[in-house]
């Protein structure tokens, strides 16, 4: 790890300082531009992904959902401003009257149940979003103009949680442009609209939104996938917002007189491990519980935290779940760094000093912090003797990663993601989305011990929130010894921006633009 201090860190530091970039000019007090790594794979279709990155930033001021999810984890009202449980499985949820789309039409429960619908189609169940959805909604029923009852396969005590992950979109424009249309130029309610071209993208206000804009009349969205030149691109005062930077960059941010915003993500870091593939258990030494466990304490965890985010900016990850999400349990220790434990494992499993044990990982690297710390479990795991190596891969495209995560066909080892619990702020999703036989309706996971569904089956209908977070907590150190990921940190979400905005802040990475005062440069 002290490699990776003294040579990483400052050679991104130095591409930084040297990399040229030529953006346009902001125009105004009034416009921002906003740097990101990418779109979402379906750039305006928000079908194509989770209310989460890297589609947020551009979607959140674009589209709104059902509900919020407040700083304290609780469900807030958007679209609709109350709910009730009427039955186990059915939710009944009031929505808000008098809000519209950008193209005039209400946003009521007919768009609800529009939206909704296209997931049982035929181009609609292909989307992530309809993969993960239809877990949650078995059918919904619209009450009347402003009421829509949503029935749950089974009971779902945080199915209002849940709601704030699905876009609403305006019925009849979809029904007339398909996902060709809204992919370019999608219809929302939100305070602002949007145009996609190849490169960006460009929102302007939406005069018939709820939602005021206080300073912010245009929002230039470039992608720049390469860290250097999105940092390079704020210190020269090209862009207003760096959505994603790592710890060695804020001191250069700093350094340039702009600003740096950090608080604890909802994600954690980790390398999935494939143990399941194609529908069954995989033909991998990752089907060996041992050698699971051999490679989480292969990997120093604490140095990484402290060598690659300063000591200031991560933690080492124990579990699942982390402080602010329900269901965190603090009594669980997790893997320590012990390499000799790990040897010991692996001899077990039949790989004496990692001796014939592959381990190929795919993952998206276009982000530093994930980048860093993947090169960095990577190499601990290699100084074991496990011919371990790290393979860069795009989100989307053919044999890329989403298509893998949909499909559940992934042909190595290992691929980067941790768990990302944005949608919910509830280690249920772990187990609904992420390590479990739940995963995409049981047809995609990357590890499934049927012994384990009883329990989460109970935990995810548990109504009563005292025993539901018990039930997490034990589920989550059922699933840390089980060990289906090697964890590595809990990190804070870092985004750079000009001093001009006076009032930045996200939560769950939704940046809101429209609440922002912005002074002239």
Not at 343 to 372: C, M, R, S, T, W
Not at 406 to 414: M, N
Not at 485 to 494: N, S, T, Y
Request: aromatic share 10%; charged share 20%.
């Amino acid at each position: 790890m002290n490699l990776i201090k003294k040579h990483v860190l400052p050679l991104v530091g130095a591409a930084v300082l040297s990399l040229s970039v030529v953006l346009p000019q902001t125009a105004s007090s009034e416009e921002l531009t906003v740097a990101l790594r990418m779109f979402g794979a379906g750039k305006g279709n928000p079908f194509s992904g989770c209310n989460c990155t890297p589609g947020v930033f551009a979607w959140s001021p674009v589209f709104e959902t059902l509900t919020t999810i407040k700083e304290d984890g609780s469900p807030g009202p958007m679209l609709a401003d109350r709910w009730e449980a009427i039955e186990p499985t059915r939710w009944r949820f009031h929505m808000v009257k008098g809000n519209v789309f950008s193209n005039g039409e209400p946003v009521d429960a007919h768009s609800v149940k529009a939206t909704f619908d296209f997931w049982w189609t035929d181009a609609g169940g292909v989307f992530s979003q309809a993969k993960t959805m239809k877990g949650y909604v078995a059918s919904v029923e619209v009450v009347d103009d402003y009421t829509i009852d949503i029935i749950t396969a089974t009971p779902n005590p945080i199915l209002p949680v849940n709601m704030r992950d699905p876009a609403i979109v305006a019925g009849k424009d979809f029904a007339d442009r398909g996902i060709e249309g809204i992919t370019k130029e999608p219809v929302g309610s939100g305070p602002y609209t949007i145009k996609f071209t190849e490169e960006d993208a460009v929102a302007v206000p939406n005069p018939l939104s709820k939602r005021k804009i206080t300073s912010v009349d245009k929002i230039k969205f470039l992608v720049l996938p390469e860290a250097p030149a999105r940092t390079q691109a704020l210190v020269s005062g090209q862009i207003d917002i760096n959505s994603a930077i790592s710890p060695d960059e804020a001191a250069t941010i700093e350094a340039a007189g702009m600003k740096v915003y950090a608080r604890p993500s909802s994600r954690n870091m980790g390398i999935t491990l494939v143990s399941y593939r194609n529908g069954g258990p995989a033909d991998s030494p990752m089907s060996d519980v041992r050698v699971r466990q051999a490679l989480n304490y292969a990997v120093n965890k604490t140095a990484i935290a402290e060598a690659l985010f300063l000591g200031k900016y991560a933690r080492p990850s124990t579990q699942p779940a982390f402080p602010g999400i329900n269901g965190y349990n603090p009594a669980i220790v997790g893997y320590p760094y012990n390499p000799e434990k790990a040897l010991q494992l692996l001899a077990e499993a039949g790989f004496p000093n990692g001796k014939g044990l592959k381990f190929e990982v795919h993952a998206i690297v276009n982000d530093e912090n994930f980048k860093n710390a993947y090169e960095a479990a990577i190499q601990d795991i290699k100084s074991l003797g496990v011919d371990a190596t790290l393979l860069a891969q795009q989100f989307a495209g053919t044999g890329q990663w989403l298509e893998h995560w949909l499909k559940g066909d992934w042909p190595y080892e290992g691929f980067g993601i941790g768990f990302d619990l944005t949608a919910t702020m509830d280690a249920g999703r772990v187990w609904e989305v992420f390590a479990s036989c739940l995963k995409h309706g049981g047809k995609a996971p990357y590890f499934c011990d049927q012994d384990d569904m009883p329990m989460i089956s109970a935990a995810l209908k548990e109504f009563d929130p005292a025993k539901r977070l018990k039930m997490l907590q034990d589920l989550g150190r059922i699933t840390t010894e089980k060990a289906p990921i090697i964890f590595l940190v809990e990190f804070d979400e870092m985004m750079g921006y000009n001093p001009r905005i006076k009032n930045f802040s996200h939560h769950l990475l939704q940046i809101p633009y429209e609440k922002f005062e912005v002074s002239a440069r």
